[in-house]
């Protein structure tokens, strides 16, 4: 995994938010194709990298590319950018952060800006902010010069947050969300290139995982034309070795404590007990997570499409998510990574899916 981090580190670095995943695909294609036999992008903006694409059975693995982020929807008469959520947000830690917009003539960065807390009344200072609350300061003096700089409405912006390295193996980036499950299926593919398996295996970096609902995103589309026999979805959850969070109600999943591996929903029984005998035969270790009514991930969207697939949820241990500072561990990365590619070695024309 070390040769890879520059890969990872410029993969989240990348700006793409929902519908706008442009550049952070292009990085994962070029890489995808100084190994994989094949590589593509539908029409959708998903894009898949494939070894021994008529294979049997085929798998799928499947972690979304795109991050939440904000869209501008008005610039007023004095240049101020107005803007709205791409995604879940708490307005809470958009206050005062840097931003860098995607504008038509290249980046363009700015400041979020709020009413300075002195000149607050009482009854302000105790409101939490709202989105309408805030603005963009890109630092022109009207709507003509921010329109000079490039920028229209419609156009997107991520909290200005590159990667940064903390002690031990761990990172933060605002993008961790899930442009790591995008990774990790990426090195997957990477490690069963070196000894290509029987199967057919397509890693698929998804797009709008963060705004598709109960419409799927690009998942549910991606999964209609690859017709997998069984699916591996990865994203993140909630790493729970944090102040003030509720394990009963979570479980207990820490940084450095392996995948969690999802029960329940939209997981397929015999695929969850092949991940165990997987993992355990591998050393790897994991923890479970109940999922008892939605997984809220790709994995939602796959298992129901066309006559249905055999779908897996692996997660990676993640603290502060949505927020310009999500927190893993590399090691995790690594372990789900191996987990996976263990997974489709294991598989043969004989595999069946079906539970009894």
């Known amino acids: 995994m070390k040769d890879t981090i520059s890969f990872l580190e410029r993969l989240l670095d990348s700006a793409g ?16 194709e100084t190994f994989a036999e094949s590589v593509t992008t539908d029409l959708t903006g998903n894009t898949m990298a494939a070894l ?3 294979g049997r059975p085929r798998v799928m693995m499947a972690g979304h590319i795109d991050e939440i982020g904000l869209q501008i929807t008005h610039i007023d008469e004095d ?14 830690v958009i206050v005062g952060q840097r931003v860098r917009i995607l504008g038509a003539s290249g980046d363009v960065r700015g ?3 709020k009413k300075a807390i002195h000149l607050q009344k009482p009854d302000e200072r105790k409101k939490v902010s709202e989105i309408s609350d805030l603005w963009v300061d890109v630092g022109a003096k009207s709507r003509k010069d921010t329109l000079a700089l490039g920028l229209r409405v419609g156009d997107p912006m991520v909290i200005d947050a590159d990667m940064v390295c903390l002690a031990g193996d761990r990172i933060a980036s605002r993008a961790i969300d899930n442009r790591i499950g995008a990774y990790v299926v990426l090195e997957a593919l990477r490690i069963l290139s070196e000894s290509p398996p029987v199967s057919s295996a397509v890693a698929v970096a998804t797009v709008q995982e963060e705004i598709g609902g109960s419409g799927g995103g690009g998942a549910r589309s991606s999964a209609f034309a690859l ?20 394990k009963k109600e979570l479980g207990e999943h820490e940084l450095g404590g392996g995948p969690v591996l999802s029960r329940g929903s939209a997981v397929h029984p015999v695929v969850y007990d092949r ?21 809220r991930t790709d994995a939602d969207s796959i298992y129901l499409t066309r006559s249905g697939v055999p779908t897996g949820l692996v997660s990676v241990p993640n603290r502060y998510m949505h927020s310009p500072n999500e927190t893993v561990s590399l090691s995790d990365l690594e372990w789900t990574s191996r987990l996976l590619a263990a997974f489709v070695s294991s598989l043969d024309s004989e595999t069946d899916f079906t539970p009894h």
């Open 52 to 54: 021994n694409l008529d």
């Open 275 to 295: 991940l165990v005998e997987v993992a355990e035969a591998e050393k790897i270790p994991y923890t479970i997570q109940a999922a008892p009514r939605a997984t």
């Open 17 to 32: 938010p929902s519908a706008f995943e442009r550049q952070p695909a292009r990085l994962w294609c070029a890489e995808a």
């Open 111 to 113: 400041v979020v800006g």
């Open 227 to 246: 017709e997998p026999d069984v699916a591996l979805v990865v994203d993140v959850t909630f790493s729970t070795d944090v102040p003030d969070i509720n």
């Open 79 to 92: 240049g101020f950018v107005f803007f709205g959520e791409i995604g879940g947000w708490d307005p809470q």
